[in-house]
């Protein structure tokens, strides 16, 4: 199990459109299919802007696409008053 907090949908929204190849969707976003294999398996967490070009290219917003799942819940923050 990886230990990236961020979960994705890139494999299930391309195998969606049917006819998306890991190298069509690599080509759409100017990374290599190996770029492309490692997001899908979990392994490697995109740039932000890769994020923005993944869903673009997979015509969803990137909030359909990515998720963040922490492995524990962050203490709560106090703020200066």
Known sequence: MSD??????????????????QEDLAKLCS??????IA???GRY???LELAFLLAH????RIEEVFEWRPKSRPATVKRAT
């Open 4 to 21: 990236i907090p961020i979960v994705n949908r890139v494999r299930e929204l391309r195998e969606q459109r049917g006819d998306m190849t």
């Open 39 to 41: 997001v899908e398996s």
């Open 31 to 36: 990374v290599t299919r190996q770029t492309i």
């Open 57 to 60: 290219a997979l015509d969803a």
């Open 45 to 47: 967490s995109p740039s």
